[in-house]
Each structure stands twice: as structure tokens, then as C-alpha cells.
């Protein structure tokens, strides 16, 4: 009886291992699927620069995961809108596009690299 009862709880654990692990392969697939990462883009407004349309896609072929972004940088949803005074002190889209790692945003010869008309 004792020794029964020890293996069925073995199967109950090596079952309940199984369902954590499919949890979290579903979760990671259900997040790419609505990732900005994965095809999707997000636009905002930019006042009298022109329209910027972030691109998930792109970022992803450069490499970029979502743990770079998300979420030290921005929250998971689209937010209130971004100033371009945060981007060239660093932050925002500027913690990336500073001229170390990547185009800058305060470089006049870099604004339309963004900014659409
Ligand atoms: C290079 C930066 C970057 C990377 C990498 C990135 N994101 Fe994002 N993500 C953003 C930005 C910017 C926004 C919009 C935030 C805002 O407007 O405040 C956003 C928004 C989102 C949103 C909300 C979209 C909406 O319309 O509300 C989701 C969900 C999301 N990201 C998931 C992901 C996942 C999952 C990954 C990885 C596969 C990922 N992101 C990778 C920058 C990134
Ligand atoms: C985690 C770092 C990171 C953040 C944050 C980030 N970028 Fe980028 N971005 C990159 C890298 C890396 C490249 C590739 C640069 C290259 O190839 O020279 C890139 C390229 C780009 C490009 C040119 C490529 C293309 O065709 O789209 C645009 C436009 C751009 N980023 C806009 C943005 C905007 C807008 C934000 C903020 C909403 C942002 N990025 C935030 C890392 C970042
Ligand atoms: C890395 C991409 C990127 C680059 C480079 C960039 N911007 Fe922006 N800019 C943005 C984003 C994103 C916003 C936020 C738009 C929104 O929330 O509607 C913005 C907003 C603005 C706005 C709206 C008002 C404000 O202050 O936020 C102005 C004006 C602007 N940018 C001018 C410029 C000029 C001029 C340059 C070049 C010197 C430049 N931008 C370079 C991404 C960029």
C-alpha cells in the first residue's frame, strides 16, 4: 500500500511537470503571436516631424528580444505617447538609439530614419 501510494504521487508530479511545461510553451506562443515583435507595428502621431511607425519586425531582425524592451522600457501596451526631450536624454526609444548602440534620435541627419511625411 505504501509503496503504491509513493509511485501514483511520482505520476502525479511527472503529470503536473508535463501541464507547467505546456502552459508555458502555450504562453510563449500566444505571446508571439500578438508580439510586436512578430509582424506588428505600432504608430504614433509625431506632431509636426511626421508620423513614426515603430516596427516590431524590424527590431526583432536586429535582434532584439522582448526582455530588451520589455519591460525596464515600456509597459506591454501602447502608451501615452512619447517625448522626443526623454528620447535624447536616453530614454525611451533613445535607451537604444543614443549613438552607442544605434542611430541617435538629436542628429538632424536621423530624423526622417523615424519620421515620415
Ligand atoms: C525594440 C523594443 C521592443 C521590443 C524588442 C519588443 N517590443 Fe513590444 N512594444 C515596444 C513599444 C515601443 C511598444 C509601444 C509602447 C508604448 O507606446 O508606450 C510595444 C508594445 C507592445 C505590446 C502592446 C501593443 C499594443 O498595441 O497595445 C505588446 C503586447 C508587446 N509590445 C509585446 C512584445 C513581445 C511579446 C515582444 C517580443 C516578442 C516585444 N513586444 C518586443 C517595443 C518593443
Ligand atoms: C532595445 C533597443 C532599441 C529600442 C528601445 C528601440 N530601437 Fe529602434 N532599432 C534598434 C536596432 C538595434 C536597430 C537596427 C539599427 C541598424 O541596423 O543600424 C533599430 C532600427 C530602427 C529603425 C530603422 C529600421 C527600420 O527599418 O525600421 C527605426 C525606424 C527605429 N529603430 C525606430 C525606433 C523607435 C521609434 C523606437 C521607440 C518607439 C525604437 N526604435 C526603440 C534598437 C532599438
Ligand atoms: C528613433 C526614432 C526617432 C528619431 C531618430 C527622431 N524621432 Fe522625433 N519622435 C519619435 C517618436 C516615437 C515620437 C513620439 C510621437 C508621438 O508620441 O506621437 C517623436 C516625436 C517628435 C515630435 C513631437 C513633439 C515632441 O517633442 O515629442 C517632434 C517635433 C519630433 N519628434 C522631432 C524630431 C526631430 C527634429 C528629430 C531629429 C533631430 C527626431 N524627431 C528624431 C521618434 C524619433
Do not use: Q, W
Not at 52 to 67: I, M, N, Q, T
Not at 70 to 88: F, V
Request: aromatic share 4%.
Amino acid at each position: 500500500m505504501l509503496v503504491h501510494g509513493r509511485i501514483g504521487k511520482e505520476v502525479r508530479e511527472v503529470r503536473l511537470i508535463g501541464l507547467v511545461l505546456g502552459l508555458v510553451v502555450t504562453v510563449a506562443l500566444i505571446g508571439n503571436a500578438f508580439a510586436v515583435s512578430s509582424g506588428k507595428t505600432v504608430e504614433y502621431s509625431g506632431g509636426s516631424a511626421g508620423k513614426v511607425v515603430f516596427d516590431g519586425k524590424a527590431h526583432a531582425e536586429k535582434g532584439s528580444k522582448c526582455g530588451d524592451c520589455h519591460t525596464k522600457i515600456y509597459p506591454m501596451k501602447k502608451g501615452e505617447g512619447i517625448k522626443m526631450a526623454d528620447m535624447n536624454a536616453g530614454k525611451s526609444c533613445g535607451a537604444c538609439h543614443n549613438g552607442e548602440k544605434v542611430f541617435k534620435t538629436s542628429d538632424p541627419a536621423n530624423c526622417n530614419k523615424c519620421h515620415k511625411k
